[in-house]
């Protein structure tokens, strides 16, 4: 909606990416008034900075207080369409987030602007006059060249990370103003290209005659010529790589006037994958007939879970379904947990899909993020991405796939609004009338019991796909073989004797142990003290590699000390195993074998990960040491035996959810072995062997898990049977924590009976410096029980933001904690 030219003032409601309750309203300039329109970003000030906004609504109704003029619209058509403005607010409504709150997660950095401070001389002051120390005269001066300056700039004039005392001096001098301005972060990206003037153009002989004196300047007319045969606008560095030359042979080209330079937007889209070619085998049978279920459900307009083992062949199914939407002219978005752990079907994809695949997630750079936003607007593409690839601006979108739809990662902690992606991507979907499968070898029991009530269809493949067959799962008693002394450093005799066989065959070896770092503990056999964060209420894990202790929490680091700090003592000990003491005892153990470790702290750039992949698929490595990430998106033939180290750990979780999440990590890590024509082998060590959830796992007895821990969920009233939420009270002191937990709880329950419970101390108390509290709310999924029970949390904390004592405790609304 635009408004034409007139007298009549024209308003805008405005979405700013704070949170904040509401949105603003702004009165327009008679010269925006035919360009103004829903779905622009505006720049607006509010207080005294400036921001970029999004337009969510053009309208004649006069304010009844006085408004502000917007200052300039930074965009020509909308960046935002009126499905992402609904979508938002559904997600502001059901997470009880700020709708700015939604937009600052929602838009690339790239396309949000930052008030960056800029400084300015003023012309009112006589330099000469004023005693101006070295930095403050070196500014002053740079000022009367550049006429103003940012706070980087002066960073790198002065050499110094610290200014604000130099800035702040020549402020009260009154040498300087400071004047805030918007700094657009994204530009496109430019690179110069050859143009052939019109003389040259139909033959290489004349341009060749007046090069004839310069081999250097002969190989780069020639090699521009052949590289215009094959595409239509020729990189100035295409040509210089060619012909093996540098730039000052094609400015010397140029000048003889035989072709010009000019400047063209490119994509900084990266579409080079590896080389790795992935053949596409007709279907199996049965891929066949599950590919004809899929589409007569989405005939019947239902949501459909695909429950397949690993190695059943799902994503060949889904090439299937990617490639018919494309040929129709739709959009696809494919979701992942963690798009940069999932190579192998990145690649995979990239294969089949060619550049018709565009993949966004946190791991590229800004600017590549925005130019995948903007092709979401008009290209019928296949979009991978995590759970942030929701917010895209997509235009056709026809099929959502929610691949490992029951990892975990799809919930967003941190910041708000703490979503659930395959949740969102369902109700997304409603939307554009698009399709949904979300698939999974282990599926949620969210999904699970959303087919048993008829929401979704359930299609199984419970047979791998050609002749792979699963793997031989056992149990090693933990408890016994200590006893016997058959244990070193955690590893039972049997789990050794079978890597080293493996590894003697030339066939590789998996150890699970979901803990990073050398050792979770150190502590003084003498006094018993032991290395605590001074943020959190944790110990500090010892990382051998840096030779320090660091919280996994808050990110705080320190020297490993040489001796007690509570006694002096020497007898420091280190306690427990992560996957940095787990590879060390591996090559203690079997010496010859290669050993690598695939973890958060080897694989924190995307090349990194990517070689540790590359380097197992080759063989290079026999022995993969590994968190939960190598759960994830791994394919390996080669792959015969997974062992893992301490399932204890995962089954001993004090969470309503400890049972399912060591379900699915356990037959997903197991489902790594023998993904060929050969069976593999799973090792899993535990105390616990009586265990249901062992049993299960090595029965692979999807139906008994579903149906013993549906019933517990149900009869201790659980999701999902019930909605929850959980409501976080965090503040530097704990007394003002329990104050304000004490006072939403009392205040609440008056309204909601039992279904509010008492604030407890969650498993962790203090994180980051503040101590937490947290108050649970279990409600009904019939009626508007849900709704009801939001408005009031809402209600509640409103009022505490005005309450004196509890107005500064941070209050975190987490709706579906799971």
């Known amino acids: 909606m635009s408004f034409t030219n007139g007298s009549e003032s024209v308003y805008v409601d405005v979405l700013l990416p704070l949170a904040i309750p509401k949105a603003y309203t702004y009165s327009v300039p008679i010269e925006y008034h035919d360009q103004v329109k829903v779905g622009i970003r505006v720049e607006v000030p509010l207080r005294n900075k400036l921001y970029s906004a999004i337009v969510t609504r053009v309208h004649r109704e006069v304010p009844v207080v006085k408004t502000r003029h917007i200052i300039a619209l930074l965009d020509e058509s909308p960046i935002v369409t009126s499905i992402q403005l609904d979508f938002w607010k559904w997600m502001s409504d059901y997470y009880c987030a700020h709708p700015g709150a939604v937009m600052n997660v929602a838009l690339p950095s790239g396309l949000k602007l930052s008030s960056e401070s800029k400084l300015m001389l003023n012309a009112d002051v006589a330099l000469d006059e004023i005693e101006l120390s070295d930095d403050e005269y070196l500014i ?83 090699s521009y010529f052949s590289l215009s045969r094959k595409v239509k606008h020729v990189p100035k560095k295409a040509v210089q790589d060619m012909a093996d030359v540098d730039s000052g042979t094609i400015n010397a080209v140029a000048k003889k006037g035989i072709w010009s330079l000019y400047d063209r937007s490119v994509s900084r889209i990266d579409l080079d994958g590896d080389d790795t070619e992935y053949p596409l085998d007709p279907l199996s049978p049965r891929q066949a007939e599950v590919h004809q279920e899929i589409k007569e459900t989405f005939e019947e307009g239902k949501v459909v879970l695909l429950h397949g083992v690993t190695g059943s062949g799902k994503t060949r199914v889904y ?21 940069a752990l999932t190579t192998q079907i990145v690649e995979r994809l990239r294969s089949q899909i060619g550049d018709q695949l565009y993949v966004y997630h946190s791991q590229i750079n800004d600017a590549q993020r925005v130019e995948i936003y903007n092709a979401a607007m008009m290209k019928n593409k296949l979009f991978i991405g995590a759970r942030s690839s929701l917010f895209l601006p997509f235009y056709d979108l026809k099929l959502i796939i929610v691949d490992e739809e029951h990892d975990h990662s799809y919930k967003q902690e941190h910041p708000n609004p703490k979503y659930q992606g395959r949740d969102c991507a ?24 959303n087919t048993r009530k008829g929401k979704y269809r359930y299609i199984a493949m419970m047979e791998r796909y050609g002749m792979s ?29 079978e890597i080293t066989e493996t590894v003697a065959r030339g066939e590789q070896v998996i150890l699970f142990q979901n803990r990073r770092g050398y050792a979770p503990i150190l502590k003084c056999r003498i006094c018993g003290w032991a290395a605590e964060c001074t943020n959190c209420d944790v110990s500090l894990t010892y990382h051998q590699h840096f030779n320090e202790l660091k919280c996994h929490y808050c990110g705080h680091r320190t020297k490993k000390p040489d001796n ?16 940095e003491k787990i590879e060390d005892v591996v090559k203690q153990l079997i010496p010859k074998a290669r050993v690598a470790r695939f973890d958060y702290d080897t694989t924190r750039s995307k090349k990194n990960a990517r070689q540790l992949l590359d380097d197992y698929k080759m063989g290079r490595i026999d022995i993969l040491v590994g968190t939960q990430m190598i759960t994830k998106g791994f394919d390996f033939e080669n792959i015969a035996l997974v062992g893992v180290l301490y399932a204890d750990s995962l089954l001993s979780f004090p969470d309503y959810r400890a049972a399912e999440r060591s379900f699915q990590l356990l037959m997903q890590v197991g489902g790594r072995a023998g993904r060929r024509s050969k069976q593999g082998k799973v090792l899993i060590q535990a105390f616990q062997t009586a265990h249901p959830v062992l049993s299960e796992v090595v029965a692979a007895d999807y139906d008994r898990f579903y149906a013993r821990e549906l019933h517990e969920r149900e009869q201790y009233v659980y999701p999902p049977f019930f909605h929850m939420i959980s409501i976080w009270f965090k503040h530097k002191d704990l007394r003002t924590a329990k104050a304000a937990a004490d006072f939403f709880y009392k205040s609440l329950r008056p309204q909601v009976g039992k279904r509010v419970s008492a604030p407890v101390d969650p498993i962790i108390i203090r994180v980051r410096g503040y101590y937490q509290q947290v108050v649970h709310i279990k409600v009904e999924k019939t009626g508007q029980a849900a709704s009801k029970i939001k408005a009031l949390i809402t209600d509640i904390k409103n009022k505490m933001s005005l309450h004196k004592e509890h107005k500064r405790v941070r209050v975190d609304i987490d709706v579906d904690p799971y």
């Not at 129709?328 to 798009?339: F, K, N, S």
């Not at 369902?426 to 019991?449: H, Q």
């Not at 067959?469 to 039972?492: H, M, Q």
């Open 564 to 579: 007690c700090p509570g006694c002096g003592s020497h007898e420091l000990q280190l306690i427990g195993a992560g996957t």
């Open 140 to 222: 002053s001066e740079a000022l009367t060249i550049q006429h103003e300056l940012s706070i980087l700039e002066i960073q790198d004039i002065l050499n110094k990370k610290t200014v604000y005392p130099i800035i702040k001096s020549l402020l009260k001098k009154r040498v300087i103003n400071i004047q805030e301005e918007l700094q657009v972060k994204y530009k496109e990206k430019t690179e110069k290209f050859v143009k052939i003037a019109g003389e040259y153009a139909n033959g290489v002989e004349a341009a060749m005659a007046l090069t004839a004196r310069s081999d250097k300047q002969a190989r780069a007319v020639l």
């Open 469 to 497: 067959v699963l793997p031989d799962i056992r149990i090693v008693n933990l408890k016994e073989a200590y006893k016997k002394g058959l244990v070193t450093e955690g590893f039972s005799a049997e789990l050794i004797e």
């Open 319 to 339: 090439i299937e379904l990617i490639n018919e939407v494309l040929r129709q002219g739709g959009q696809v978005l494919y979701m992942l947990p963690e798009i």
């Open 426 to 449: 369902v109700k997304l979907a409603t939307y554009y009338d698009a399709n949904v499968i979300l698939g999974s070898a282990t599926p949620s029991l969210e999904s699970v019991l």
